[in-house]
């Protein structure tokens, strides 16, 4: 399984920003699609963003405009850049990765964003 280490987040004041990382390592298959999901106290784990291969990307209604999601694919890594943070961005993002097989998971890493 492709191991995942996330790196970044922190705490910020609300509309300051953050980048947040993610470099994938112990690649058998090749990844097709990575990305961030978050998941806030209480609530469900949703998608952030996604970006493929290729280089399309997808993005939450509630972060577009505001966070960009970029990839290196000699490198395996996937930054994310969130700007403009709201409180409501609160929570722990978890870095994922697809292949042929099946889906990896970081094991996280939180962002606090104070009002």
């Known amino acids: 399984q492709v191991q995942l280490v996330e790196s970044g987040g922190g705490v910020v004041q609300a509309g300051g920003s953050l980048r947040v990382s993610c470099a994938a390592s112990r690649i058998i298959f090749s990844i097709t699609a990575m990305g961030w999901y978050r998941q806030a106290p209480g609530k469900q784990r949703e998608l952030v963003a996604s970006?493929?291969?290729?280089?399309?990307?997808n993005y939450a209604d509630s972060v577009k405009g505001r966070f960009t999601i970029s990839r290196d694919n000699a490198k395996n890594t996937i930054d994310l850049q969130m700007n403009s943070l709201k409180p409501e961005d609160t929570a722990v993002y978890y870095c994922?990765?697809?292949?042929?097989?099946?889906?990896?998971w970081g094991r996280g890493t939180q962002v606090t964003v104070s009002s």
């Open positions: 994922y990765a697809n292949n042929s097989i099946t889906r990896s």
């Open positions: 970006i493929t291969s290729g280089g399309s990307t």
